[in-house]
C-alpha cells in the first residue's frame, strides 16, 4: 500500500477523465493543489464552467479513486474555475463547446418548454448558455421567456441577441428566435431555401459570445433543419422529447431515426407529461401513462435522461412568461428538469471519456 503524500494522491487522480473533454486531468493543468495533512489530503481541482453542473458528481469520484488507493485517507476535494475558452465550430465558426438539438417526432409533446428550461437549468448551474428558436413557423421562446424587442445589427454586421437578465445574479442569457422578428399574429410562409438561410444567420450572424452550450428548439416532425443544422456545423447531439402514450413514442422513434440519418448523436429521451401530483390530495395520477419513453429508450439503447411530471406552477410560468422565475424559485418544480439537464452533462461527460478529442490548434 502506497504512503499517504502529495505524490500519491496526485497519482491516484492523474489519469481521471476531465468531464469536458475526456483528457486526464493531471495533463490538462487541472490538478491545482494537493496537500496532505495528517491523513487528510485537500485537492484543489480545476473545473471548467462547461462541467460545473455536475461539479459536486466529479468531487464526489476523485474522493473514490484516492480512498481506494489509499485507504483510510480522509478526502476534501475543492472545485476552482478552470478557464478554458470553446474554438470555434463548424462553417460558420460558432464559439461554443457543446450545441444540443432538442426536438420531438411531433408537436404538443412540451419540447419549447424542456428546451428553454434545460438552458435556464445549465445556466443556473453554472454554465454559458445561449438558447436558439430553430421553430420559425411557431416561435414560442420569446413568449415563454417573457421577451420581447427587436434585434439589433452591430458595427460587425452581427445580430445582437434579445438577453434574457433577470434578477438572479447570472450572466446575462442570448436568445435568439423569429418571434422576435414577426408579429406576433403574422404567419412565416417560407419555402426550404429560405428556412435554411434563416437557422444559418441565427447560428453564424449572431452575436452570440463564448459559451458552453448553445440549446436548440427544433421544429416538431422531421423537416430539413436537422439537415441544415448536421451540414452547418458538429453538433453535440440531440435531445428526443415525447410523452408516455404508445402514440407519441411512434413519432418519438420517427425523430431519432432522422438525428441518425443526418450523423446527430442521440444524447437521451425525455419523458415529458409524465404523472400529475395532485396538489390536494398527493396522490399521483398518470393522465398519459408512465415509463414509455423509458422503455423504449431502453429498447432502442438511447440513454433515458428522465420523466417530467406535470407541473400546474411551471405550465403557468410559461404561459406568463415567467418560467425562468418559476425555476429559479420553486423548487419542486425545478427538481426534475435540474436532474435531466445533469443527465445530459453527463451523457456528454461519458461521450468524452469513452473517445477523448484529439487536442487541436485554435482557430485564429
Given at each position: 500500500m502506497?504512503?499517504?503524500?502529495?505524490?500519491?494522491?496526485?497519482?491516484?487522480?492523474?489519469?481521471?477523465?476531465?468531464?469536458?473533454?475526456?483528457?486526464?486531468?493531471?495533463?490538462?493543468?487541472?490538478?491545482?493543489?494537493?496537500?496532505?495533512?495528517?491523513?487528510?489530503?485537500?485537492?484543489?481541482?480545476?473545473?471548467?464552467?462547461?462541467?460545473?453542473?455536475?461539479?459536486?458528481?466529479?468531487?464526489?469520484?476523485i474522493?473514490?479513486?484516492?480512498?481506494?488507493?489509499?485507504?483510510?485517507?480522509?478526502?476534501?476535494?475543492?472545485?476552482?474555475?478552470h478557464?478554458?475558452?470553446?474554438?470555434?465550430?463548424?462553417?460558420?465558426?460558432?464559439?461554443?463547446?457543446?450545441?444540443?438539438?432538442?426536438?420531438?417526432?411531433?408537436g404538443?409533446?412540451?419540447?419549447?418548454?424542456?428546451?428553454?428550461?434545460i438552458?435556464?437549468?445549465?445556466?443556473?448551474?453554472g454554465?454559458?448558455?445561449?438558447?436558439?428558436?430553430?421553430?420559425?413557423?411557431?416561435?414560442?421562446i420569446?413568449?415563454?421567456l417573457?421577451l420581447?424587442?427587436?434585434?439589433?445589427?452591430?458595427?460587425?454586421?452581427?445580430?445582437?441577441?434579445?438577453?434574457?437578465?433577470?434578477?438572479?445574479?447570472?450572466?446575462?442569457?442570448?436568445?435568439?428566435?423569429?418571434?422576435?422578428?414577426v408579429?406576433?399574429d403574422?404567419?412565416?410562409?417560407?419555402?426550404?431555401?429560405?428556412?435554411?438561410?434563416?437557422?444559418?444567420?441565427?447560428?453564424?450572424?449572431?452575436?452570440?459570445?463564448?459559451?458552453?452550450?448553445?440549446?436548440?428548439?427544433?421544429?416538431?416532425?422531421?423537416?430539413?433543419?436537422?439537415?441544415t443544422?448536421?451540414?452547418?456545423?458538429?453538433?453535440?447531439?440531440?435531445?428526443?422529447?415525447?410523452?408516455?402514450?404508445?402514440?407519441?413514442l411512434?413519432?418519438?422513434?420517427?425523430?431519432?431515426?432522422?438525428?441518425?440519418k443526418?450523423?446527430?448523436p442521440?444524447?437521451?429521451?425525455?419523458?415529458?407529461?409524465?404523472?400529475?401530483?395532485?396538489?390536494?390530495?398527493?396522490?399521483?395520477?398518470?393522465?398519459?401513462?408512465?415509463?414509455?419513453?423509458?422503455?423504449?429508450?431502453?429498447?432502442?439503447?438511447?440513454?433515458?435522461?428522465?420523466?417530467?411530471?406535470?407541473?400546474?406552477?411551471?405550465?403557468?410560468?410559461?404561459?406568463?412568461?415567467?418560467?425562468?422565475?418559476?425555476?429559479?424559485?420553486?423548487?419542486?418544480?425545478?427538481?426534475?428538469?435540474?436532474?435531466?439537464?445533469?443527465a445530459?452533462?453527463?451523457?456528454?461527460?461519458?461521450?468524452?471519456?469513452?473517445?477523448?478529442p484529439?487536442?487541436?490548434?485554435?482557430?485564429?
Open positions: 502506497s504512503a499517504l503524500n502529495t505524490d500519491s494522491v496526485r497519482a491516484a487522480i492523474e489519469s481521471f477523465p476531465d468531464p469536458e473533454t475526456g483528457r486526464p486531468i493531471g495533463s490538462m493543468g487541472q490538478i491545482k493543489e494537493v496537500q496532505v495533512e495528517g491523513n487528510t489530503a485537500t485537492i484543489t481541482l480545476g473545473l471548467t464552467s462547461h462541467s460545473s453542473p455536475i461539479a459536486d458528481e466529479i468531487a464526489d469520484a474522493d473514490s479513486k484516492v480512498v481506494a488507493a489509499l485507504p483510510g485517507t480522509q478526502v476534501k476535494v475543492d472545485i476552482v474555475d478557464p478554458r475558452p470553446p474554438a470555434r465550430l463548424g462553417q460558420v465558426g460558432l464559439r461554443v463547446k457543446s450545441v444540443i438539438a432538442v426536438g420531438s417526432g411531433k404538443g409533446v412540451g419540447k419549447s418548454t424542456v428546451a428553454a428550461s438552458a435556464l437549468t445549465l445556466r443556473q448551474l454554465s454559458r448558455v445561449g438558447l436558439m428558436d430553430a421553430d420559425v413557423y411557431g416561435p414560442s420569446p413568449h415563454l417573457g420581447s424587442g427587436r434585434p439589433a445589427v452591430n458595427a460587425q454586421k452581427k445580430i445582437e441577441p434579445i438577453m434574457l437578465n433577470d434578477d438572479s445574479g447570472l450572466p446575462p442569457m442570448p436568445v435568439i428566435s423569429m418571434g422576435f422578428l408579429e406576433p403574422q404567419a412565416v410562409i417560407w419555402r426550404g431555401p429560405m428556412l435554411h438561410g434563416s437557422i444559418n444567420q441565427f447560428l453564424g450572424d449572431t452575436n452570440w459570445g463564448e459559451l458552453d452550450y448553445l440549446v436548440i428548439d427544433m421544429p416538431p416532425g422531421t423537416g430539413d433543419v436537422a439537415l443544422l448536421s451540414q452547418a456545423l458538429p453538433l453535440a447531439g440531440s435531445v428526443v422529447v415525447c410523452t408516455p402514450q404508445e402514440v407519441a411512434l413519432d418519438a422513434i420517427k425523430a431519432i431515426s432522422m438525428f441518425r443526418v450523423n446527430i442521440i444524447l437521451g429521451m425525455v419523458e415529458n407529461m409524465s404523472g400529475f401530483m395532485c396538489p390536494d390530495c398527493g396522490k399521483t395520477y398518470d393522465i398519459f401513462g408512465r415509463g414509455g419513453a423509458r422503455a423504449k429508450a431502453e429498447e432502442l439503447n438511447v440513454p433515458f435522461l428522465g420523466a417530467l411530471p406535470i407541473d400546474i406552477d411551471l405550465r403557468t410560468g410559461g404561459d406568463e412568461g415567467r418560467l425562468a422565475n418559476v425555476l429559479a424559485e420553486n423548487a419542486r418544480a425545478r427538481t426534475p428538469i435540474e436532474a435531466a439537464a445533469k445530459l452533462v453527463r451523457t456528454l461527460a461519458s461521450k468524452a471519456a469513452a473517445n477523448p484529439k487536442p487541436s490548434l485554435p482557430t485564429l
